[in-house]
């Protein structure tokens, strides 16, 4: 049987000793709602998906089922894909796994999409590449237009979020150290 979304959060909540009324509010959400997604009923937001993980102090793609992966090469299509509503954002692990010091994402953004509903911080150091169309990159304070061909390097602990008000989709590839997504 494939692991799901629903049996990896089921699974790291009784690893935590956690019920489902504790794992809520420490999430931020409802229990019918962890319940739900635990049976498979409910898909997460990207929002949700890392305070769960924070919850559970694991990275993002703990969650996410085909996780664990051999050392060595990661063909395009055996890439782990997430695409997540309502900000129809698409990510794909381009590393095999997250258990080294660094990880490497792709990121597709289609118009009018962010990378979460409120800017979010986690610990460490990014460094992202624009391989196409445009991204408005909010930083703590500070707002970056970034355009195909821009990079831009930061410290991931000031809360961040990217939206993309062009009328083309937005990629990026970004790497992340420590591996945290």
């Known amino acids: 049987?494939?692991?799901?979304?629903?049996?990896?959060?089921?699974?790291?909540?009784?690893?935590?000793?956690?019920?489902?009324?504790?794992?809520?509010?420490?999430?931020?959400?409802?229990?019918g709602f962890v319940s739900q997604l635990e049976r498979d009923e409910a898909t997460p937001s990207i929002d949700t998906l890392r305070r769960l993980a924070a919850a559970f102090a694991v990275?993002?793609?703990?969650?996410?089922?085909?996780?664990?992966?051999?050392?060595?090469?990661?063909?395009?299509?055996?890439?782990?894909?997430?695409?997540?509503?309502?900000n129809h954002v698409s990510y794909e692990l381009l590393t095999p796994d997250l258990k080294?010091?660094?990880?490497?994402?792709?990121?597709?953004?289609?118009?009018?999409?962010?990378?979460?509903?409120?800017?979010?911080?986690?610990?460490?150091e990014e460094v992202a590449v624009i391989l196409r169309g445009s991204v408005k990159m909010h930083i703590g304070p500070e707002t970056f237009e970034l355009t195909s061909g821009d990079s831009i390097r930061f410290d991931c602990t000031i809360p961040h979020r990217l939206v993309n008000e062009g009328a083309e989709e937005m990629e990026l590839i970004s790497a992340i150290t420590p591996p945290r997504f």
Request: charged share 15%; proline share 10%; net charge positive.
């Open 59 to 86: 990275p993002i793609f703990y969650l996410m089922p085909g996780l664990v992966r051999p050392n060595g090469v990661v063909h395009s299509n055996e890439r782990k894909i997430i695409r997540l509503s309502p």
């Open 100 to 124: 080294g010091q660094i990880e490497m994402i792709r990121m597709v953004l289609p118009p009018g999409g962010s990378s979460c509903t409120e800017p979010l911080g986690h610990p460490g």
């Open 1 to 31: 049987m494939t692991d799901t979304i629903g049996s990896l959060v089921r699974s790291h909540r009784t690893q935590a000793g956690l019920t489902q009324t504790a794992l809520a509010a420490k999430a931020g959400v409802t229990k």
